[in-house]
């Protein structure tokens, strides 16, 4: 094992899908049900396919459940060709919880300000960011309604907070 020469300046603040601060949280159980379970990732965006079934991103364009949260709740499943792999990834068919309301940790795949409105992309879930004044959100994506970044600037695919209230 090599010598560290390098000291992060910054601490690992948090696991996407984790509620980020205690105050007011609001969140559903439903069944997992997305085209493809690799996108059943913690920290995504899933909405409503049928009663109590949904899946990442736009699914058949129902209202948004929320984003799929609480990720130390689960056991693990695993990967393609290795059970214990290590995986944020649920299978289809098996209840989970999306929170609608809360603040949470999320991956920011790029840079973002405080403020900035949060967008998913329409058939995995993954979450981005545009800035506040914004009324586009680009190709093949959605507005996440009433969510925006409130804590962390961050400066590209890394941990941020999201506010969501809806």
Do not use: C, W
């Not at 299978?91 to 403020?115: H, K, Q, S």
């Not at 961050?154 to 209230?165: A, Y």
């Amino acid at each position: 094992m090599p010598f560290q020469k390098t000291i992060n300046r910054e601490l690992a603040i948090g696991i996407p899908g984790e509620v980020a601060n205690n105050g007011p949280r609001r969140a559903v159980t439903a069944t997992l049900n997305s085209t493809d379970a690799k996108n059943n990732v913690f920290g995504r965006v899933f909405t409503y396919t049928a009663d109590h079934e949904v899946a990442a991103g736009k699914g058949n364009g129902g209202a948004i459940a929320g984003i799929l949260s609480n990720p130390k709740a689960y056991a693990l499943y695993g990967t393609d060709g290795n059970t214990v792999g290590p995986s944020m990834a649920l299978p289809n068919g098996g209840d989970a919880e999306f929170t609608y309301m809360a603040e949470m940790y999320v991956v920011l795949p790029r840079a973002a300000a405080i403020g900035d409105k949060v967008i998913y992309d329409e058939t995995t879930g993954e979450i981005d960011t545009v800035a506040r004044a914004a009324t586009d959100p680009g190709a093949g994506k959605a507005f996440l309604p009433n969510a925006y970044v409130s804590n962390f600037y961050t400066t590209g695919n890394s941990i941020g907070v999201i506010t969501l209230t809806n």
